[in-house]
């Protein structure tokens, strides 16, 4: 049974799946169905948490709209995820950074991480 359920998450996965890390500036590009139109929106913000393996992987972003957090998680390896783009890397000692939900402003960045 094992072996079976295996072999339909590995015909699931990406075959180049982008290298991010909690913290990390990203632009995720979805696709959003309305009706009968499908169309692809960005949403840029930064990594506060990856949980998962596999096929199963999921990330959280988050940006604030307006003065308003805004979360997203995603499955990595979803169709609906057309592609993940790093835009600047972040210096992160957590692999939550769960703190971000009660900063506003410049308190909530991350510091920049140099290769």
């Known amino acids: 049974m094992n072996d079976i359920i295996k072999s339909i998450e590995d015909a699931q996965l990406k075959a180049e799946v982008p ?29 506060i948490k990856i949980q998962g393996t596999g096929v199963r992987m999921t990330f959280t972003v988050r940006k604030l709209s307006n003065g308003v957090g805004v979360e997203k998680t995603w499955p990595l390896h979803s169709p609906n995820v057309e592609s993940v783009k790093v835009k600047r890397l972040g210096k992160a000692r957590r692999a939550k950074l769960f703190y971000l939900r009660d900063r506003v402003g410049k308190a909530a960045k991350v510091k920049e991480r140099t290769k």
Do not use: C, L, M, P
Request: proline letters at 0%.
């Open 19 to 47: 290298a991010f890390r909690v913290g990390d500036t990203v632009a995720v590009s979805a696709k959003i169905k309305e009706g009968n139109n499908e169309r692809i929106q960005v949403f840029e913000g930064t990594v």
